[in-house]
């Protein structure tokens, strides 16, 4: 950072002079801070509480994912009823945003493209087209 200097001698002479100290010092001395114990929040566990597993852990992501694409799936089926569709094809919009995860990715005629049909065009459509046009 590039200091201005103001008048006669302005931060800069400040800072030699010892009007301002650069650098904090601390109680136990040196120039960094000391190590902070980490604040707990919330009342106390429970005696006997354990952490959950990392299988645990994956098991509840997975259904914070399920719910955040359950919610995406609603709000598309709401969608698809004011615009006027009929229940079955809302029920399928629906449907779509819930298997592939919330997103649409194929639209018109990108559905021709997806050969093995996992919902994404990848290189490995492409050479089951080739092997299917020779």
Do not use: C, H, W
Not at 110 to 116: E, F, H, I, S, W
Request: avoid cysteine.
């Amino acid at each position: 950072m590039k200091l201005k200097k103001y008048g006669k001698g302005g931060k800069y002479e400040m800072y030699n002079k010892g009007g301002v100290s650069p650098k904090k010092s601390y109680s136990k001395g040196g120039d960094v801070d000391p190590p902070q114990k980490k604040p707990v929040y919330g009342p106390p566990k429970p005696p006997g509480y354990k952490e959950p597993t990392e299988k645990e852990r994956e098991e509840s992501r997975g259904e914070a994912a399920y719910l955040k694409r359950r919610k995406e799936a609603d709000r598309a089926y709401r969608q698809a009823i004011k615009e006027g569709a009929t229940e079955a094809q809302a029920v399928k919009i629906a449907e779509r945003y819930l298997s592939q995860g919330g997103k649409m990715y194929l639209t018109g005629g990108q559905v021709k493209l997806d050969a093995n049909k996992d919902g994404k065009i990848s290189g490995s459509d492409f050479k089951m087209l080739r092997a299917k046009k020779k």
